[in-house]
């Protein structure tokens, strides 16, 4: 808020110009760079699904209808976190989803 020159009030203070700040270093912490985004989607390729995923995508193939519940239960239990097992159930239905309109069957 600005400040208005005078000693007592809601804005007290000696009015200054404003500078703006400089992001920070660490406000960055997380973001993928190209490069690396690069790399993981090569090492994807290469590597292929772990076993655990090969798992998840062949429950996504079975479906049923509590497919979705029983992926995440496992995924949860193979990899810890509630956020984690949701994200890991998209990745692999969005591959899935991609082999099947390649033309692959798996």
């Known amino acids: ?3 208005s ?3 007592k009030g809601l804005n007290s ?8 700040v400089k ?3 660490s406000a960055n912490k997380g973001k993928i760079s190209d490069r690396t985004k690069l790399c993981r989607q090569i090492a ?8 655990y995923e090969r798992r998840i995508r062949d429950m ?10 029983r992926i ?3 995924a949860k239990r193979r990899l810890g976190t509630h956020k984690r097992a949701i994200a890991k159930r998209e990745d692999i239905k969005d591959i899935h989803t991609a082999s099947k309109a390649r033309g692959g069957g798996f």
């Open 60 to 69: 996504i193939i079975s479906g049923g209808s509590s497919a979705d519940k």
């Open 72 to 74: 995440y239960k496992f």
């Open 23 to 25: 992001s920070k270093q």
């Open 44 to 51: 994807r390729e290469v590597a292929g699904l772990a076993p």
């Open 13 to 20: 203070g000696m009015v200054k110009t404003e500078r703006p």
């Open 5 to 7: 020159g005078y000693a």
């Open 1 to 3: 808020m600005p400040r």
